[in-house]
Nanobody, 121 residues
Framework: VQLQAFGGGSVQAGGSLRLSCEVS????????IGWFREAPGKEREGVAM????????HYVDAVKGRFTISRDNAKNTVYLQMNSLKPEDTAEYYC???????????????WGQGTQVTVSS
């Protein structure tokens, strides 16, 4: 199983980035996919997740209204569109795949490598 995350970078506050997570080696439609992040000196925390069918999206309060998660089952890919970025969004972002995910618990069946997001003020 492989999860490959792309799209991180450095932006100024108020800017946007789109992260992608390409998944292979499992039946994509059977898995909930989530994004978690880890800032230096802090624990890994949930950001957003999108469930398997029927699809529904869930967000932590800190990103509601700014981030949008979506999935393309034909491409085995999940996207995280991040708008109105803030310096506190700076972290390494990880995608995760599991039959059951909870944003409050940073545990997953599978993890991708991280992609760094840096937001400057």
């Amino acid at each position: 199983v492989q999860l490959q995350a792309f799209g991180g970078g450095s932006v100024q506050a108020g800017g946007s980035l789109r992260l992608s997570c390409e998944v292979s080696g499992l039946l994509f439609v059977d898995y909930t996919i989530g994004w978690f992040r880890e800032a230096p000196g802090k624990e890994r925390e949930g950001v957003a997740m999108i469930s398997r069918r029927p699809t529904s999206a869930h967000y932590v309060d800190a990103v509601k209204g700014r981030f949008t998660i979506s999935r393309d089952n034909a491409k085995n890919t999940v996207y995280l569109q991040m708008n109105s970025l803030k310096p506190e969004d700076t972290a390494e972002y990880y995608c995760a795949a599991a039959k059951w995910l909870e944003l409050s618990i940073p545990r997953s069946d599978y993890w991708g490598q991280g992609t760094q997001v840096t937001v400057s003020s």
